[in-house]
């Protein structure tokens, strides 16, 4: 079993390690451009994990891929996102 809210918070720090690592291209942006930038990262991570965990619930061959910790999907797919970004990952998911 997949451990559901591992995998996301692993998903959201990959995502907080990309922005981190691209922070000297992030400067030349302005700061509200940033900030939709970031949103948009924490989204899309929310976004395939959750995705990812769904295919899981359905596909045995994915589960194993994944792990043998990570449970099926819970209905918690916005779960480890900054508050801050919350609206982003519900506008992204809808968009999907």
């Known amino acids: 079993m997949i451990?559901?809210?591992?995998?996301?918070?692993q998903a959201r720090e990959v995502a907080a390690e990309r922005l981190?690592?691209?922070r000297g291209l992030l400067t030349a942006?302005?700061?509200?451009?940033?900030?939709v930038i970031e949103?948009?990262?924490?989204?899309?991570?929310?976004g395939v994990a959750s995705c990812l965990l769904e295919e899981a619930a359905?596909?045995?061959?994915?589960?194993a891929a994944l792990g043998?910790?990570?449970?099926?999907c819970e209905a918690?797919?916005?779960e480890g996102i900054p508050r801050k970004f919350?609206?982003?990952?519900?506008?992204?998911?809808v968009a999907s």
């Open 20 to 22: 981190l690592n691209a």
């Open 29 to 35: 942006v302005a700061p509200a451009e940033r900030a």
């Open 86 to 93: 919350e609206a982003a990952a519900v506008r992204t998911s």
């Open 39 to 46: 949103q948009v990262a924490y989204a899309v991570a929310a």
């Open 58 to 63: 359905r596909n045995s061959i994915v589960g």
């Open 76 to 78: 918690a797919p916005r």
């Open 3 to 9: 451990d559901a809210k591992a995998f996301r918070g």
């Open 68 to 72: 043998p910790q990570v449970e099926p």
